[in-house]
């Protein structure tokens, strides 16, 4: 309930924010899933890049080169390495797609009680997905051009999250009884 008071507190900013600077509504929600996309890919490696400048000392400026296409054998030298930048965005709408299948058989399989708080989990990892939106359709555009890399280190890293998060599971009230001690072979 406190995340749905706080989406519905942010819609209602949005709204304000739409009349008073008579922005179309199409313009706004382009912009918020540019924010999103922006939030888990560039600005995430610049804090990345700045805690590292700080607390390592590791100095991550860069120099402005020629990126004409008659550099030769060192042309590749001048390439930026955007491959990184793929990796959260498609690792969130892997966690969040698997999270949805997940949510939805766990519901079928558990009864008529469990559909109720699946709701409130659905509506957030489908806010997601729709926000991921655009990137997953540049992303699936490509035609074969996404980098395998991307993909495998995606799949891995969705896998190590949501077998943490089946681990740690919050959502399940934790049990309090007897602690038990480890007894050996007498058992």
């Known amino acids: 309930m406190w995340f749905l008071a706080l989406f519905i507190s942010i819609i209602m900013t949005a709204v304000l924010e739409l009349r008073w600077s008579h922005v179309s509504i199409q313009d706004l929600w382009r912009n918020e899933q540019f924010w999103v996309i922006g939030g888990v890919s560039a ?3 610049a804090v990345f890049q700045g ?3 700080v607390l390592g000392g590791v100095d991550t400026s860069f120099t402005v080169t020629s990126k004409a296409a008659d550099d030769g ?3 590749e030298l001048y390439l930026f390495k955007w491959t990184t930048l793929l ?3 498609t690792t969130l709408i ?3 797609m698997v999270g949805v299948v997940a949510g ?3 519901a079928i399989n558990n009864g008529y009680g469990s559909w109720g708080p699946l709701f409130g989990k659905l509506f957030f990892a489908f806010w997601v997905i729709v926000h991921l939106y655009p990137f997953l359709k540049g992303l699936m555009g490509r035609q074969n051009r996404t980098p395998t890399i991307v993909v495998l280190w995606s799949i891995l890293l969705a896998s190590i999250f949501s077998l943490v998060w ?3 599971d919050p959502f399940l009230p934790k049990q309090s009884g007897p602690i038990l001690k480890q007894c050996g072979v007498e058992c």
């Open 104 to 106: 939805v058989s766990g």
């Open 87 to 89: 990796i959260p965005p």
């Open 73 to 75: 054998e060192f042309g």
């Open 94 to 96: 892997i966690m969040n």
């Open 43 to 45: 600005h995430l490696f």
């Open 166 to 168: 089946v681990r740690i």
């Open 51 to 53: 805690l590292l400048k």
